[in-house]
């Protein structure tokens, strides 16, 4: 059922693009437990990729063999043409920054001090420089302070740079999640259920912050349930099924292959429903219509598909 379809306008990069990440054969097992099993993904500059599956699949396993969480059984994981080290923070001092399924904000920060925590791969202060706040000091947090700000209003929180994160609605902490992920300056972004928990209107305006991030420049992988969100947002879709790439593909490719249907669905009975099940829900609504039950289950003479068959003719 997992067998790896690779469509033609999956791998080819769009004109002049090229490949921010390249992952290359990640398997990852847990004990006996395969993962993730040989997967191949490349997003390309500019682009919006989607990772679908259902439930267990494996797509939180492989973001975190991606941002160096996991270090993979086998394979390789590489950001603009170099292997990256299996270590989160060189990861992200690389360029891949990511967001999480549940929310890690610092809940007794504020808002501002969020966004400056992810900005910390940036400065190159040092720790006497910081002791000290000498002059190079308080220039670079000036500077962290700006840009801080300037991500503030590009998700439109900049009024509540002051309060504590824990006091932000459910949708601002998700939107602040994304600012602290960007304050990295990351080429790539990496999204896990941005979405889970939102209503309709947040959920669309998640879709627009996605949009404008990748016009800013920073190409974007997204985990994401809902099916909607995804096709409306995607270049590309990638459906991982137990730990293999099954599809991957323009929406229209992967939402009409029957393979994903299935995997999402289960697999369909063979053939068309039979005509005896057919028969015994039409005996039973007659029965229902004969008269109360006796004893025994059956209704007035109804009692079986066959009998009612029978009384047909
Ligand atoms: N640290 C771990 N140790 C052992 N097994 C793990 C570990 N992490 C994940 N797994 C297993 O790997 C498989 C894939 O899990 P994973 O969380 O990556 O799936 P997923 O596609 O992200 O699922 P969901 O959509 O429900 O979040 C599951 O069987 C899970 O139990």
Redesign the pocket.
């Known amino acids: 059922m997992t067998t790896t379809t690779t469509q033609q306008d999956a791998t080819t990069p769009p004109a002049g693009r090229k490949a921010v990440l390249d992952a290359s054969g990640v398997t990852m097992r ?2 006996g ?1 395969t ?1 993730i099993k040989d997967v191949d993904l490349q997003v390309h500059t500019g682009e919006i990729l989607g990772l679908i ?10 973001f975190n063999c991606l941002t160096g969480l996991y270090v993979p059984t086998e394979g390789t994981v590489s950001y603009k043409g170099t292997v990256l080290p299996h270590r989160s923070h060189l990861v992200t001092q690389a360029g891949i920054a990511r967001t999480f ?1 549940n929310i890690r904000l610092f809940a007794n920060m504020t808002v501002l001090e969020n966004v400056l925590v992810g900005r910390h791969t940036r400065t190159s202060e040092g720790l006497f420089s910081a002791l000290l706040r000498g002059p190079g000091f308080r220039r670079a947090e000036q500077e962290s302070e700006d840009r801080a700000m300037e991500l503030l209003g590009f998700i439109g929180l900049q009024d509540k740079r002051e309060h504590l994160a824990r006091n932000l609605p459910y949708g601002d902490q998700r939107k602040l999640e994304i600012a602290r992920a960007l304050a990295s300056e990351p080429g790539l972004l990496l999204l896990d ?1 941005p979405t889970a928990g939102m209503t309709a209107g947040e959920t669309t305006a998640t879709r627009e912050l996605v949009l404008a991030i990748r016009e800013e420049g920073t190409a974007v992988l997204v ?1 994401e ?1 809902d099916m909607r969100f995804i096709f409306n947002l995607c270049d590309r879709v990638a459906v ?1 099924v137990q ?1 293999e790439k099954l599809v991957e593909g323009s929406p229209e490719t992967v939402q009409n292959d029957e393979r994903v249907v299935a995997a999402y669905l289960g697999t369909p009975f063979e053939g068309e429903p039979g005509e005896a099940e057919a028969a015994e829900v039409q005996a039973a609504e007659r029965a229902h219509e004969t008269g109360p039950l006796k004893a025994g289950g059956t209704a007035g003479t109804a009692g079986t598909a066959a009998e009612a068959e029978g009384d047909e003719h």
């Open positions: 847990f004990g437990l993962a599956g259902p439930n267990g699949a494996g797509k939180t396993t492989f399924q259920e985990i349930h991982l730990g």
